[in-house]
């Protein structure tokens, strides 16, 4: 009788199955990663079509502790958690699931998840360990070189760490891997270039700086990314906290808005009196308000400008002829007279007609300048104009890139007048 009873039972639950469905079979059948696929698939869409975070985190995050009890290192699914801890406002939960998530991540997934944990460390204030993950992202773009924006971001957190001198290797490297690239990457050149003018303002080059700023100016000509890092309501942001500001200082102080200038700078010293920029902010105060406050820059200049009155370009050594080299002058005349004006006022040089120097330059395979001698008297080879020189012609000279992708060595000589500012 027992065993006639089974039997009715086990045939009647046999027609309930079948009456269950298609796919009952092949989800009894499926392993246990196939389901914990199907379940980080399930939320990851919840998490992609929910408009509002917290509640589609609420959602999904059953369906991703049911994939991770069936697949405990699955790499989607502990990434799917890391993003509903983080929704979730569980910071310290999400940073610590986006590690051990990177630490399985697949082929296809690595180069994204290394920028990820670089950004969230950055925002939890890690910065060595930011590094660490943006140098392991740069690790798998070998082949490559690496995109602008990452060796933007690492620049940003070289300077936080005071590493000025290699932050300012990075910031030129995004330039020239966007340069490099074919494309027009405006974001991470915009980050790069404002990083850029900060890191050789902090590091002394002022002329240097205010040119790199103008031309972040340029790219970003409301400053718009950098208010948007001011407000806090976006993915735009710099370390450490308050940095931004210095950012606004300097900008408004090129754009000669001094009032904005002094009270950005005032606001930085604020929110970070231990900051090692501080002095430096404070002599930027100190000579703003040498100026008044009434939003007027003095005259710049007081005594006759010296200016480059002609350019020829000597001898070219490499697959870029002559002719291209003096076009890109002809597009930028005024690139070394800020430079010249340094020089002038600090009294390397006499305010004179007839003044020659020659520049050799390195151009990479891209045709951007990768290096730059000054051939000139000590005074002007060596120093602060020979750092501002090549600080600009590294940012301003563009020339065409070569048909044979090699570097081309050229030597450009520069005859100098007295003439009017441009």
């Not at 509903?84 to 998840?113: F, H, M, N, Y």
Request: aromatic share 4%; with cysteine; hydrophobic share 45%.
């Amino acid at each position: 009788m027992g065993f006639a009873a089974a039997l009715v039972v086990g045939v009647l639950a046999s027609q309930r199955v079948a009456a269950a469905g298609p796919g009952f079979w092949e989800r009894v059948a499926a392993s246990p990663q196939v389901e914990a696929d199907r379940l980080s698939a399930a939320a990851e869409a919840i998490l992609a079509a929910d408009g509002d975070a917290r509640a589609g985190a609420a959602r999904a995050e059953p369906l991703v502790r049911r994939a991770l009890a069936l697949a405990t290192d699955d790499f989607r699914a502990l990434a799917a958690l890391a993003e509903i801890d983080a929704r979730a406002g569980r910071a310290d939960a999400a940073l610590a699931g986006l590690e051990r998530a990177c630490a399985r991540a697949p082929d296809d997934a690595v180069r994204s998840c290394w920028f990820r944990l670089g950004v969230e460390r950055s925002r939890r204030g890690r910065h060595a360990e930011a590094i660490e993950a943006y140098e392991r992202r740069l690790d798998v773009d070998a082949p490559s070189g690496g995109e602008a924006i990452v060796h933007a971001n690492l620049g940003e957190l070289l300077m936080a760490t005071g590493r000025l001198r290699e932050a300012e290797d990075r910031y030129r490297e995004a330039l020239r891997a966007d340069a490099g690239t074919g494309r027009d990457d405006r974001h991470a050149t915009t980050l790069a270039t404002y990083g850029l003018a900060v890191v050789l303002d902090r590091a002394g080059q002022t002329t240097a700086a205010r040119e790199m700023m103008a031309r972040a100016l340029a790219l970003d000509p409301k400053a718009s990314l950098l208010e948007a890092a001011r407000a806090g309501d976006g993915d735009v942001f710099f370390v450490p906290d308050g940095d931004v500001y210095y950012y606004l200082g300097l900008a408004a102080e090129v754009r000669e808005r001094v009032d904005d200038a002094e009270a950005a700078f005032q606001e930085f010293g604020a929110r970070a009196p231990k900051s090692p920029w501080f002095a430096r902010a404070r002599a930027h105060i100190a000579a703003l308000e040498a100026h008044g406050s009434d939003g007027r820059r003095a005259a710049p200049h007081a005594s006759p400008l010296l200016r480059v009155t002609a350019a020829g370009t000597v001898s070219s050594r490499g697959p870029l002829p002559a002719p291209l080299v003096d076009a890109a002058w002809r597009q930028r005349p005024g690139l070394v007279d800020a430079c010249l004006d340094e020089a002038a006022r600090d009294g390397l040089v006499e305010v004179r007609p007839g003044l020659r120097f020659a520049l050799e330059l390195d151009l990479d395979a891209a045709g951007a300048v990768a290096g730059v001698t000054v051939d000139a008297a000590p005074a002007l080879a060596q120093g602060s104009f020979a750092r501002c020189v090549e600080a600009s012609l590294r940012a301003g000279l563009r020339v065409p890139r070569p048909h044979t992708p090699k570097p081309t060595h050229v030597r450009v000589e520069l005859l100098v007048g007295i003439g009017k500012d441009r």
